[in-house]
T-cell receptor
Framework: EDKVVQSPLSLVVHEGDTVTLNCSYE??????LLWYKQEKKAPTFLFML????IEKKSGRLSSILDKKELSSILNITATQTGDSAIYLC????????????FGQGTILTVHP | NAGVTQTPKFQVLKTGQSMTLQCAQD?????MYWYRQDPGMGLRLIYY???????DKGEVPNGYNVSRLNKREFSLRLESAAPSQTSVYFC????????????FGQGTRLTVV
């Protein structure tokens, strides 16, 4: 059974801090690892990491995939209150195209 | 620019009542999914449909049924609602290819009393 574990489960920081969120996984025939940001409603896509693309960056957010350690980190630098959200990590693998297995999520709270 | 549309947005049911959650996508995606989200548990897959005409159980299918009506629509039915089914339900869709991100609807907050 595929498994994804995120840590920490919650994190409280102040504006300007840098945070690192962790995601570890066990999946048969790994295909991709995805990061989503969820504010009040639907999760919105941030990054997808694969064997051919193990590092992604967008503005203050960046993510790295470590296939040897079966893990990924999501870094957010110079945090802002608008970064407050649940960050979800998911993996795809096996024979079911596109089926995502999610971790529990990390609740990030950024105080002014 | 609708993407994935779910209805209703909110629903309160009494134990034992039935209801159907509707989902439609306009991105011509082959694959569609139903997830539930509970505090501290992330999103758990209830059922998915890899393509029109096929459905498969996910991690937590008990108490639910699904119908892939056509390529656009994928509905989730609770035949006899239970308080344990109080949750936020998300529909999602993706391309049926080896690597693809999923796009989510806005969610349905269901309370069973």
């Amino acid at each position: 059974e595929d498994k994804v574990v995120q840590s920490p489960l919650s994190l409280v920081v102040h504006e300007g801090d840098t945070v690192t969120l962790n995601c570890s996984y066990e999946v048969t025939n790994f295909r991709s690892l995805l990061w989503y940001k969820q504010e009040k409603k639907a999760p919105t896509f941030l990054f997808m990491l694969t064997s051919s693309g193990i590092e992604k960056k967008s503005g203050r957010l960046s993510s790295i995939l470590d296939k040897k350690e079966l893990s990924s980190i999501l870094n957010i630098t110079a945090t802002q209150t608008g970064d407050s959200a649940i960050y979800l990590c998911a993996v795809t693998g096996g024979t079911s195209y596109g089926k995502l297995t999610f971790g529990q999520g990390t609740i990030l709270t950024v105080h002014p | 620019n609708a993407g994935v549309t779910q209805t209703p947005k909110f629903q309160v049911l009494k134990t034992g009542q039935s209801m159907t959650l509707q989902c439609a996508q306009d991105m011509n995606h082959n694959s569609m999914y139903w997830y539930r989200q509970d505090p501290g548990m992330g999103l758990r897959l209830i059922y998915y449909s890899a393509s029109e005409g096929t459905t498969d159980k996910g991690e937590v299918p008990n108490g639910y049924n699904v119908s892939r009506l056509n390529k656009r629509e994928f509905s989730l039915r609770l035949e006899s609602a239970a308080p344990s089914q109080t949750s936020v339900y998300f529909c999602a869709s993706s391309e049926k290819r080896e690597i693809s991100e999923a796009f989510f609807g806005q969610g349905t907050r269901l309370t069973v009393v």
